[in-house]
DNA sequence: TCACTTTTTCAGAAGTTATTGAAAGTGTAG
DNA sequence: CTACACTTTCAATAACTTCTGAAAAAGTGA
């Protein structure tokens, strides 16, 4: 049976790793996972003596975080210091990734593809192949951004009740 | 009004650009845009000469691209060179780009997952916090696997035309 | 105002990932 | 078997990203 101490380091870790490939980076995925799972909220100093790193590096992260808004911070009264805590319901968290994924790739993905569409119409395969690209790319990203920007409006809640449920009653063709 | 020169350099730049986000390195991403925008299969030294790239780098990101199953090797009897075209259905190279991101992403997430369900259940709030956390992020990675593999089976097809209409039909909370 | 506490910034250091190019490997035709 | 045409590998290095820590800035109360 493993304990506490080891769970909370093995879950920070997973949490670092797999952050990458979600386009977060490392420390900002570890500093995120600490206060996923701790009940209360941390200051800089304890999350530098938790992770081993740097106040620069603290900061630079969790102001990331706080971007994301999937971070929040909290002030005590008669406390100077500033304490930070996750927003704990991980169908938000997901959503709030969506959104800024979304932003920071499609948008411009998006404005790319309509300048591109500016390309003189050649008769010529290679003009062809361009303007057969540019227009596919322009039509998937403009549907992408549809339904992204639908799922965002929803609540996590209505993720977790119905999302799952009506895409399982679609038949696979 | 742009011409096709200028248009297929910006289509290469920005893929390559938009690659990375997407988790696909920014060569990887432009041999890919490449060959979208080309009529006819390449040759490695064709990509070589088109990109200024060496030919280790052409070899290496062509293989992952092909691994990604979204370009594919042609064969020219009497001719020993490798010639290789890309997946011409943007949806369809959408798809497998998130079965692999599926594969590599959320698999090791519920691996990891499962094996922190192990941890000694306590009554404390750092216990609490710490199993709530993996209950959340396990059930809701095993929902978004479940959403994706469903995906995967139809075609992209099948996504131009229904997912979209299903998606606007329902109302937002 | 000053003295003190906390946050922010940023230039350089450390660490990570991508790229090159030459050498080794593979397959084929004569 | 040998020569050739091509592909693959990989150690060195270049390019890029992240992190540190000290200094500057900002904020607070007396």
Redesign the pocket.
Known sequence: MMQLQEGRDKFIQAWGTLG?SWGI????AQIHALLLISPIAL???EIMDAL????????????SLMDWGIVHKELRPG????YFHAEKDIYLTAMKIMRERRKRELEPLITIMTQLKQVEKLETPEGQALTKAVHDIDHFAHQADTVLTTMEKMTSNWFTQQFLSVIKKIKPL
Do not use: C, H, L
């Open positions: 990458s980076n490392r420390t900002m200051s800089t100093e081993g790193i740097s106040r620069g590096n603290v900061n630079m992260n969790v102001r406390d100077r210091k500033e």
